[in-house]
T-cell receptor, first 114, second 113 residues
């Protein structure tokens, strides 16, 4: 199994509070991604990174920011959490060659915003 | 962006073959067909991928129609552990990144003992 660790795995917070989710990999893969998964929707890309300090927006990036200061860590921050951000968040990694390579996913972080 | 269409759910019996269909009528020449599955309370995991030719690996086989507008994931002998949601997605080699990946709702496969 790919070495991907997400933390925290579960979090309950209140509206308006900041939240940071961490994704840590031991595979030295270049690309890292944050997805959210909600009932009735497929996985949706929030942000991704193609290298240290290189990030870009996905399809649902509003309200989220990311940082990647080291190859192994990719942080997702909700500056001021809202109830609409209640979701399960998945981190994924991949090597170069995205069309043919595999995405490896973490086990997910369940966030509840009250 | 090319999209895929899959049945919402399917059912199979243990130790029988399962054929999971996927339609992708707007597929482009540079789209690879990927299959992932998601077991309950876990992240998705890679199953198989292909471009034009049929592909086999230890988990499954992928049969791609000659016109590439549809494909079928084949589980040769279903086990209880194969009960999962199966996603068929297209990945554009020219896109250079995963922004154009579109994940649908997949097919929820139930396996009866």
């Amino acid at each position: 199994d790919a070495g991907i660790t997400q933390s925290p795995r579960h979090k309950v917070t209140e509206t308006g509070t900041p939240v940071t989710l961490r994704c840590h990999q031991t595979e030295n893969h270049r690309y890292m991604y944050w997805y959210r998964q909600d009932p009735g929707h497929g996985l949706r890309l929030i942000h991704y990174s193609y290298g240290v300090k290189d990030t870009d927006k996905g399809e649902v990036s509003d309200g989220y920011s990311v940082s990647r200061s080291k190859t192994e860590d990719f942080l997702l921050t909700l500056e001021s959490a809202t109830s609409s951000q209640t979701s399960v968040y998945f981190c994924a990694i991949s090597e170069v060659g995205l069309a043919t390579g595999e995405l490896f996913f973490g086990e997910g972080s369940r966030l509840t915003v009250l | 962006d090319a999209k895929t269409t899959q049945p919402n759910s399917m059912e199979s019996n243990e130790e029988e073959p399962v054929h999971l269909p996927c339609n992708h009528s707007t597929i482009s020449g540079t789209d690879y067909i990927h299959w992932y599955r998601q077991l309950p309370s876990q992240g998705p995991e890679y199953v198989i991928h292909g471009l034009t030719s049929n592909v086999n690996n230890r988990m499954a086989s992928l049969a791609i129609a000659e016109d590439r507008k549809s494909s079928t994931l084949i589980l040769h002998r279903a086990t209880l552990r194969d009960a999962a949601v199966y996603y068929c997605i297209l990945r554009d080699v020219e896109a250079g990144n995963n922004r154009k990946l579109i994940w649908g709702l997949g097919t929820s496969l139930a396996v009866n003992p």
